[in-house]
C-alpha cells in the first residue's frame, strides 16, 4: 500500500518511501561518524548525540506509519470491524473444548 501526499501543487510524495529514507540518511550518518571514532578521529563527536535522537525520532515515525498502514490494509481487507460477534459460537468452541480436555483426564 502506498500513502501520497501532495503539498501545494508539486508531485505526490509516498510519505513511506520518504520516512524509510530519511531513516537510512541518518543511519549512515551516525556509521560514518562511528568509522571515524574507531580510526581515532574525534572531530565530530559531539554530534553523534543528535544524531541518534534523530535516527531513534525517525524511527518511531517508521513505525507508527507502518502501523497505519497495516491497519488501513485490514480495514480494506475487512478484517477489522465487522461489527458482530457471534456468542453462540464461542460457546460451542468452548464447550468443545472443555469437554476434549476432560476427556483427556487427569496429566
Same mark, same amino acid.
Given at each position: 500500500?502506498?500513502?501520497?501526499?501532495? =503539498?501545494?501543487? $508539486?508531485?505526490? #510524495?509516498? +510519505?513511506?518511501?520518504?520516512?524509510?529514507?530519511?531513516? %537510512?540518511?541518518?543511519?549512515?550518518?551516525?556509521? %560514518?561518524?562511528? &568509522?571515524?571514532?574507531?580510526? *581515532?578521529?574525534? @572531530?565530530? !563527536?559531539? #554530534?553523534?548525540? *543528535?544524531? #541518534?535522537?534523530? +535516527? &531513534?525520532?525517525?524511527?518511531?515515525? =517508521?513505525?507508527?506509519? &507502518? /502501523?497505519? #498502514?497495516?491497519? +488501513?490494509?485490514?480495514?480494506?481487507? $475487512?478484517?477489522? /470491524?465487522?461489527?458482530?460477534?457471534?456468542?453462540?459460537?464461542?460457546? @460451542?468452541?468452548? *464447550?468443545?473444548? !472443555?469437554? %476434549?480436555?476432560?476427556?483427556?483426564?487427569? /496429566?
Amino acid at each position: 500500500m502506498t500513502i501520497k501526499v501532495t =503539498v501545494g501543487e $508539486g508531485e505526490p #510524495v509516498d +510519505l513511506a518511501d520518504f520516512t524509510e529514507s530519511l531513516f %537510512r540518511s541518518y543511519a549512515e550518518d551516525i556509521a %560514518r561518524v562511528l &568509522r571515524k571514532i574507531e580510526r *581515532g578521529e574525534f @572531530d565530530e !563527536l559531539k #554530534v553523534l548525540p *543528535g544524531q #541518534v535522537k534523530q +535516527l &531513534r525520532e525517525v524511527y518511531q515515525l =517508521v513505525q507508527e506509519e &507502518r /502501523g497505519r #498502514v497495516e491497519k +488501513l490494509r485490514k480495514q480494506v481487507a $475487512g478484517i477489522v /470491524g465487522t461489527g458482530t460477534i457471534d456468542f453462540q459460537s464461542a460457546r @460451542d468452541e468452548i *464447550g468443545s473444548r !472443555l469437554a %476434549r480436555l476432560r476427556d483427556a483426564g487427569p /496429566g
